[in-house]
């Protein structure tokens, strides 16, 4: 069954015979993917009066344990700024703490509260069924493919484990 981008895929063949544009099979769909899953993460975390970055620093926390912020800068893909707000807004909300370095006076840790390890903990869970339910439409089998594909795809261009 033929969808959106195999419509535009056509219009191109059509406009540009001359050019392949087999690409933006995969880079469209990928695009408009990523819209329909966000939307439906972001009414996930709604549910549970979080937005995506704000999931991400809890959840980080929540598998890491005690970082820096340097950490959860290189872990979320972020600025040090955007980390900072981050952090600003989750420390003003009781769900994460902020406690100097032992060993560098300068530096500082990032802790969840008991509060942020029980909003992660309940939302968490509905994280994983919208995740689950988004991909309903694929066996195990394709999804595992899939994971792999798309983990072959990041490494070739440079996409390395944050450290």
């Known amino acids: 069954m033929p969808d959106h981008v195999d419509h535009v895929l056509q219009q191109w063949a059509d406009a540009r015979p001359d050019l392949d544009v087999s690409p933006m099979a995969v880079f469209g769909r990928l695009s408009r993917l990523t819209q329909l899953v966000n939307t439906e993460l972001r009414r996930t975390f709604?549910?549970?009066d979080l937005d995506p970055s704000s999931f991400d620093v809890l959840a980080t926390l929540r598998r890491g344990g005690r970082q820096t912020p340097a950490e959860l800068m290189r872990s979320a893909m972020v600025t040090s700024g955007a980390v900072t707000q981050r952090l600003d807004?989750?420390?003003?909300?009781g769900l994460?703490?902020?406690?100097?370095?032992?060993?560098?006076?300068?530096?500082?840790?990032v802790d969840l509260t008991a509060a942020g390890r029980e909003l992660i903990d309940r939302a968490l869970p509905d994280h994983v069924d919208t995740e689950r339910r988004l991909l309903a439409g694929l066996?195990?089998?394709q999804r595992e493919n899939?994971?792999?594909?798309?983990?072959?795809?990041?490494?070739?261009?440079?996409?390395?484990?944050?450290?």
């Open 96 to 109: 994460v703490r902020r406690t100097p370095s032992d060993v560098d006076g300068r530096g500082v840790h």
């Open 146 to 163: 899939l994971a792999e594909i798309l983990r072959q795809l990041l490494m070739s261009l440079g996409d390395e484990r944050a450290s």
């Open 139 to 141: 066996t195990s089998a």
């Open 46 to 48: 709604a549910g549970h």
């Open 89 to 93: 807004r989750l420390e003003a909300r």
